[in-house]
């Protein structure tokens, strides 16, 4: 498969964004908007959705925007079926996704927090991805991303739902990956660091090696169209992931532990 996925045939070629109306998903949905190109987004905010569309419009796609939960599993696959049949994905992205963390004070984070992560950052995503591998493998070619984190890697204490969430996702994409590549469905993990968006800015303190959305955008989209089955970025990251898995895990809780992460209320 071609790193320039873009076909000039009558019909556009048609990408799904989950996350669409914010920060990476926005990002990705303005790259991949040109003539020739269909972007369908998703996401809650239907003001933040309308501003992204129109400026995928301004760059000559053509556009749609979709109101939807990520909590309602049902009724994201539901669409989901709706939006392939009325006009087949080529490629799906499942960007959207929740970062929450420990109240400040609080020994864990709520129940009703860790449901909600759950939902948005695991059961979903892979509910979608898996019925668009079905589809896709049908017809023998497509491509799906699904955005981890790099705290998959990490077993962090003030985020045990995002990072367990996340954690999950990334073998589910990995697996999904192997399992797909001889239909000629390519399923990519991307995990980033850092990157500068609504999320990231409600935390209070340092962000380490950081990445705009657009720089990050435009990494994500060479990744999808390479096939490749991970991104992680930026780099320094990988080095962390290498540390975490020779360092002794009691002596890595223990720093762990005395991180003080905080966050603003969205
Ligand atoms: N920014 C970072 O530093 C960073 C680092 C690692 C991984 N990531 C991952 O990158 C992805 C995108 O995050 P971002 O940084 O771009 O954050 P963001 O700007 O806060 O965007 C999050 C997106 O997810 C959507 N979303 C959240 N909950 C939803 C729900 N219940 N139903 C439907 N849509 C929902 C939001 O839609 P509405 O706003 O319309 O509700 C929004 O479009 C996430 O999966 C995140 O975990 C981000």
């Known amino acids: 498969m071609s790193d320039a996925p873009f076909s000039s045939s009558d019909t556009p070629f048609h990408v799904l964004v989950t996350g669409g109306s914010s920060g990476i998903g926005a990002a990705l949905a303005l790259h991949y908007a040109r ?11 239907q003001s933040r959705l309308k501003d992204v569309a129109a400026q995928v ?11 939807l939960d990520l909590r309602k599993t049902d009724a ?9 049949d009325d006009r087949q994905i080529d490629i799906l992205i499942l960007g959207a996704g929740l970062g929450d963390i420990r ?6 984070e709520t129940a009703e927090q860790v449901h909600e992560i759950s939902l948005v950052n695991f059961t979903t995503p892979v509910t979608l991805a ?3 591998a079905s589809r896709m493998a049908l017809r023998k070619g497509g491509r799906i991303a699904l955005i981890g984190s790099v705290a998959a890697f990490h ?9 367990g969430s996340k954690a999950g996702l990334a073998r589910f994409s990995t697996a999904l990956h192997a399992a797909m590549t001889p239909h000629h469905v390519s399923v990519t ?4 660091g850092y990157v500068d968006t609504p999320m990231s800015q409600r935390l209070e303190g340092a962000r380490p090696f950081l990445v705009s959305s657009q720089k990050a955008a435009r990494m994500i989209a060479r990744a999808i169209g390479q096939g490749r089955a991970h991104l992680l ?18 002596i890595v809780h223990r720093l762990l532990r005395t991180a003080d992460v905080r966050q603003r209320p969205a």
């Open 57 to 67: 419009v301004r760059r000559g796609a053509t556009a749609e925007i979709f109101s």
């Open 155 to 163: 077993d962090l204490p003030v985020a045990t739902a995002y990072s």
């Open 189 to 192: 993990l991307i995990s980033p």
């Open 130 to 132: 898996t019925e668009m």
């Open 35 to 45: 003539p020739g190109t269909h972007l369908t987004l998703w996401g809650r905010n």
């Open 103 to 108: 109240p400040e004070g609080a020994l864990t």
């Open 233 to 250: 970025f930026p780099w320094p990251f990988a080095i962390a992931r290498f540390l975490e898995m020779i360092v002794p895990r009691a």
């Open 76 to 84: 994201a696959l539901h669409a989901l079926r709706k939006t392939d």
